[in-house]
């Protein structure tokens, strides 16, 4: 532990101190949002790492830089859509208009991924996410705390036009993660997971049979609005899709304990 | 000591944007295997809405693996399943046994057929032969396959389709079939599978009209 610390003083030293850290986060029993009905046992999620920050564009900008198969214009179209990197200046400069302590948006799934898997990681996934983003200040489990979720729930209704904060000003859960709620959202590994529903892009015949399996699946803690809207938004996404306010950090397996 | 080892961190840690996590911890074991994760662009002429922009390893039951993009050269209808699925898949299945039993042979020959299992724990390749067997499936144009996870969910995110897997270990999924053109690009995809889709199948024929083989050029 004592060489880790002293590894992280060199890395700022070297001016490096942005770079994320990971922290650890459960091994925990997760009363999931997602649970397919009332009474279903609470998911096991196992011991993860995850990044106590969002990527940031200044992190993005050095990995399209050794990775120009990312850059804007080089990515294929069926990894990002043409809004893929589209606020920065150029392919691979951010301009003066973004900042790089700023979260990176505007990046699609696939391109979220492969800067992960560089990263020596991967995307959490919905339920890591979930348990992560349970926490405030005080609780691990802050989602029945009244105040807390009206905090996030003032998030909502900030002005979408207004530049993002740069990361890092969030107060730290009791894992010491940051801004997990309140900047922007966060792509995670399944996010085509979260709601099977018809294919968007064909809808509208209610007797054709879209699904195996189960059916619909019930949405347990409905008054946790915050959520849902997570679930919803990233539901609503393409794999290469991009977004103003979506961007998303890493998590890795965890050491167990 | 101390010193070479805290170096030998830092290195790790500057190279690339690698082990930002605990380097100093032995590699834990990962639920989410990501090893088979090769989501970078192809670097040829690929077009870029191709979906053999997606470079991973397919095992087919009864062939040695294949790469995804190898299946490039020829149309291809794609879809995804579980093989303990009772109820959507087998009718995916016979749906796509009806729509190449409506082919010239000729056609039949050259449309090649992908069904990749979600189900990267049960859907061994000794359950996905049986499934083939009660499916009747003996065409070597029908590729029924696994893949690592990572693949399986980046395949299924390009094609848009969802997928979850239940507590029971059933999965609620998107009943989709895809049909991509010689090049990997989709032309066409349907969700009707209890019922014909002529529409569909039209696709299917145009497509193989449009990219029959040329005629030999004899030019010297």
Same mark, same amino acid.
């Given at each position: 532990?004592?060489?880790?610390?002293?590894?992280?003083?060199?890395?700022?030293?070297?001016?490096?101190?942005?770079?994320?850290?990971?922290?650890?986060?459960?091994?925990?029993? /997760?009363?999931?949002?997602?649970?397919?009905?009332?009474?279903?046992?609470?998911?096991?999620?196992?011991?993860?790492?995850?990044?106590?920050?969002?990527?940031?564009?200044?992190?993005?900008?050095?990995?399209?830089?050794?990775?120009?198969?990312?850059?804007?214009?080089?990515?294929?179209?069926?990894?990002?859509?043409?809004?893929?990197?589209?606020?920065?200046?150029?392919?691979?400069?951010?301009?003066?208009?973004?900042?790089?302590?700023?979260?990176?948006?505007?990046?699609?799934?696939?391109?979220?991924?492969?800067?992960?898997?560089?990263?020596?990681?991967?995307?959490?996934?919905?339920?890591?996410?979930?348990?992560?983003?349970?926490?405030?200040?005080?609780?691990?489990?802050?989602?029945?705390?009244?105040?807390?979720?009206?905090?996030?729930?003032?998030?909502?209704?900030?002005?979408?036009?207004?530049?993002?904060?740069?990361?890092? /000003?969030?107060?730290?859960?009791?894992?010491?993660?940051?801004?997990?709620?309140?900047?922007?959202?966060?792509?995670?590994?399944?996010?085509?997971?979260?709601?099977?529903?018809?294919?968007?892009?064909?809808?509208?015949?209610?007797?054709?049979?879209?699904?195996?399996?189960?059916?619909?699946?019930? /949405?347990?803690?409905?008054?946790?609005?915050?959520?849902?809207?997570?679930?919803?938004?990233?539901?609503?996404?393409?794999?290469?899709?991009?977004?103003?306010?979506?961007?998303?950090?890493?998590?890795?397996?965890?050491?167990?304990? | 000591?101390?010193?070479?080892?805290?170096?030998?961190?830092?290195?790790?840690? *500057?190279?690339?944007?690698?082990?930002?996590?605990?380097?100093?911890?032995?590699?834990?074991?990962?639920?989410?295997?990501?090893?088979?994760?090769?989501?970078?662009?192809?670097?040829?002429?690929?077009?870029?809405?191709?979906?053999?922009?997606?470079?991973?390893?397919?095992?087919?039951?009864?062939?040695?693996?294949?790469?995804?993009?190898?299946?490039?050269?020829?149309?291809?209808?794609?879809?995804?399943?579980?093989?303990?699925?009772?109820?959507?898949?087998?009718?995916?299945?016979?749906?796509?046994?009806?729509?190449?039993?409506?082919?010239?042979?000729?056609?039949?020959?050259?449309?090649?057929?992908?069904?990749?299992?979600?189900?990267?724990?049960?859907?061994?390749?000794?359950?996905?032969?049986?499934?083939?067997?009660?499916?009747?499936?003996?065409?070597?144009?029908?590729?029924?396959?696994?893949?690592?996870?990572?693949?399986?969910?980046?395949?299924?995110?390009?094609?848009?389709?969802?997928?979850?897997?239940?507590?029971?270990?059933?999965?609620?999924?998107? *009943?989709?079939?895809?049909?991509?053109?010689?090049?990997?690009?989709?032309?066409?995809?349907?969700?009707?599978?209890?019922?014909?889709?002529?529409?569909?199948?039209?696709?299917?024929?145009?497509?193989?009209?449009?990219?029959?083989?040329?005629?030999?050029?004899?030019?010297?």
């Amino acid at each position: 532990m004592k060489m880790r610390a002293w590894c992280w003083l060199l890395l700022c030293l070297a001016g490096a101190c942005a770079a994320a850290e990971r922290l650890p986060i459960g091994p925990a029993e /997760l009363d999931s949002v997602l649970s397919t009905g009332a009474g279903q046992p609470p998911v096991h999620v196992n011991r993860f790492v995850l990044d106590r920050l969002p990527v940031t564009n200044g992190e993005f900008l050095l990995f399209v830089r050794t990775h120009p198969q990312w850059q804007r214009g080089h990515a294929p179209t069926l990894f990002a859509d043409d809004d893929y990197l589209s606020h920065w200046a150029g392919p691979d400069a951010l301009g003066a208009a973004t900042q790089a302590d700023q979260p990176v948006t505007r990046v699609s799934w696939f391109a979220a991924r492969a800067y992960c898997e560089a990263a020596g990681g991967r995307l959490p996934d919905w339920q890591e996410w979930e348990l992560a983003a349970a926490a405030s200040e005080h609780l691990e489990d802050a989602r029945k705390d009244p105040a807390w979720r009206e905090r996030i729930l003032d998030w909502y209704s900030q002005p979408a036009s207004k530049p993002l904060a740069r990361v890092g /000003l969030g107060p730290p859960d009791t894992h010491g993660v940051q801004d997990l709620h309140g900047l922007v959202w966060e792509w995670v590994e399944d996010f085509n997971s979260l709601i099977v529903s018809g294919d968007s892009r064909n809808q509208g015949d209610p007797d054709k049979l879209k699904f195996c399996g189960a059916g619909a699946l019930s /949405l347990q803690g409905r008054d946790n609005f915050a959520i849902l809207m997570r679930i919803a938004f990233l539901s609503s996404l393409e794999a290469r899709s991009s977004a103003r306010s979506l961007g998303f950090r890493c998590a890795a397996a965890g050491a167990s304990r | 000591m101390k010193w070479i080892t805290c170096a030998l961190c830092v290195s790790l840690l *500057a190279v690339g944007l690698g082990g930002r996590a605990s380097a100093a911890d032995p590699p834990p074991i990962d639920h989410h295997d990501m090893s088979g994760m090769h989501n970078m662009p192809a670097l040829d002429t690929t077009p870029g809405d191709s979906l053999y922009q997606l470079d991973f390893s397919l095992e087919p039951v009864g062939n040695a693996p294949v790469r995804f993009a190898s299946l490039r050269g020829e149309p291809l209808l794609v879809t995804m399943f579980y093989s303990h699925c009772t109820s959507v898949c087998p009718l995916v299945t016979t749906q796509l046994q009806h729509m190449v039993a409506a082919l010239a042979p000729a056609d039949r020959r050259r449309l090649r057929i992908l069904m990749l299992s979600f189900d990267t724990v049960r859907d061994t390749p000794q359950a996905l032969a049986a499934f083939m067997a009660e499916h009747h499936i003996r065409d070597p144009n029908w590729l029924i396959a696994r893949a690592k996870p990572g693949d399986v969910r980046a395949l299924a995110a390009a094609l848009g389709i969802q997928y979850r897997e239940l507590p029971d270990h059933s999965f609620n999924h998107s *009943a989709l079939i895809t049909l991509l053109d010689a090049q990997g690009v989709p032309r066409a995809r349907t969700q009707t599978i209890t019922a014909q889709d002529p529409e569909f199948l039209s696709s299917v024929r145009a497509l193989l009209a449009a990219e029959s083989p040329k005629p030999i050029d004899k030019t010297p």
